[in-house]
């Protein structure tokens, strides 16, 4: 009888974070099992009673000890206790793991061109692939504005492939959540959350941002029974119900739509009375409105989800002023509220950028967390204000935040890590470029 664990992952079709969990336990060398409950009412059934009726995929057990959806898995293996669970701990007492001339942090656009960059100079990257693998983008169904793709591209498909181009040139990827960097000792002191430490002569902070919930009673209590923050993850598994959509930017503009192919009706629930999304996400957004499969709830906030991790999502209550932001009017005698029936809630706000490990360093961050870089013009536009640590994508772009501009910063932030450590990058002059302060995505 074998002693090796018994790991089985309960996974849907064009589910992200199902090809997250299962890229984790494949980079351990560790087997398992996959059960696709996607049209398998009888999967499904047995799914939600081992998960403790959680509806969401993936979900994960060792030896039948459910261990959870994704983020519960990245969060154990973040601190270790996923290994000791799987009994491949590590128990070494080495300080150090390894040095390397380049840390990345993160597995996104920006982190990936970067590492694809770095790999090419000789510069032999390591890329931390965090809690959230791929990035923002593994969890867009459609892109169909990045060049190069005249049909479009799957968010994933396209992460996917950029892994491997990096890969062919000697990049390498680990998982592996940084908790802090160390910047008062040269090399840098890179620690992760499980407590390894790895030494690097530059680090290049292109870790992305996490998406933001709003705070509002059961929206903790019920994530994972109904309540989400990735349709594509999570839309097909309720099928036929009403459906609420928080949020006026592309993400909210996009899951929206998405969304029309599962739902009875979509509710958009805006808090102004226009969109922030760009045209073309609109235009999609009307196009259903017109066909019926949309309702944009204009000047409307949501103010709490109801129901029960036992069955779910039942209703959202919402509150309406005529001239917007309701829940700063609710003492308004033109306030109204309303509750609505719906099956599932989905929040798509924006996002916060993942930098708390450097909050204790010499980079400068503005009051959202987004790092200040050099900009301006000629070599060094990356840099920050620590020598040697350097900053790409949604960690310092809060305005564009597209897979296009941050595979470019990616691109100047390899080529500018590969003159510091050259000894050619020439010092700052100036003040870093600011940032105002990053608005909601809705």
Request: hydrophobic letters at 35%; a negative charge.
């Amino acid at each position: 009888m074998s002693d090796d664990p018994r790991v089985e992952i309960y996974t849907k079709t064009d589910c992200p974070y199902c090809e997250k969990a299962k890229d984790l336990f494949d980079a351990k060398g560790v087997d398992y099992v996959t059960y696709n409950v996607t049209g398998d009412e009888e999967r499904f059934a047995e799914m939600k009673e081992r998960a403790n009726g959680r509806e969401t995929a993936p979900e994960v057990f060792i030896d039948d000890e459910l261990i959870g959806g994704w983020d519960d898995t990245s969060a154990l293996d973040a601190t270790g206790e996923l290994d000791e669970k799987l009994g491949i701990a590590d128990e070494s007492d080495d300080d150090v793991v390894e040095h390397r001339p380049l840390i990345i942090t993160g597995t996104g656009i920006a982190a990936l061109t970067a590492g694809i960059y770095a790999a090419r100079s000789d510069n032999d990257p390591l890329l931390f692939e965090g809690d959230e693998p791929g990035g923002q983008l593994t969890l867009t169904s459609e892109v169909d504005n990045y060049p190069g793709f005249p049909e479009g591209i799957n968010g994933s498909e396209l992460v996917n492939d950029m892994k491997e181009q990096a890969k062919r040139f000697g990049a390498e990827l680990e998982h592996g959540i940084v908790a802090s960097v160390d910047d008062d000792v040269r090399p840098f002191r890179v620690t992760l959350e499980n407590g390894d430490v790895y030494t690097a002569d530059a680090v290049i902070a292109a870790s992305g941002a996490s998406a933001r919930t709003l705070g509002i009673p059961g929206e903790d209590e019920l994530m994972g029974y109904g309540v989400s923050t990735c349709a594509t993850c999570d839309g097909a598994f309720f099928r036929g119900e009403d459906m609420v959509v928080v949020g006026g930017g592309d993400a909210a503009a996009e899951e929206a739509v998405f969304l029309t192919k599962f739902a009875e009706t979509v509710y958009l629930v805006h808090r102004r009375d226009e969109l922030r999304a760009e045209d073309y996400w609109e235009d999609r957004v009307q196009e259903h409105v017109e066909s019926g499969d949309i309702e944009v709830l204009w000047n409307t906030e949501a103010t709490e989800v109801h129901g029960s991790p036992q069955d779910g999502v039942d209703s959202v209550d919402l509150v309406y002023h005529p001239e917007g932001h309701p829940t700063a009017k609710l003492d308004d005698g033109q306030t109204e509220e309303r509750t609505l029936d719906v099956g599932a809630f989905f929040v798509a706000i924006g996002h916060t950028p993942n930098t708390s490990y450097l909050e204790e360093t010499e980079v400068e961050l503005d009051d959202e967390g987004y790092l200040r870089t050099r900009g301006g013009h000629g070599a060094g536009q990356t840099a920050t204000d620590v020598e040697g640590i350097f900053g790409a994508g949604d960690v310092v772009d809060f305005h564009y935040q597209q897979a296009v501009t941050a595979a470019g910063m990616g691109s100047k932030a390899a080529l500018d890590a590969d003159e510091y450590l050259e000894g050619a990058l020439p010092e700052a002059t100036g003040e870093a470029e600011g940032s105002a302060e990053a608005p909601a995505d809705d």
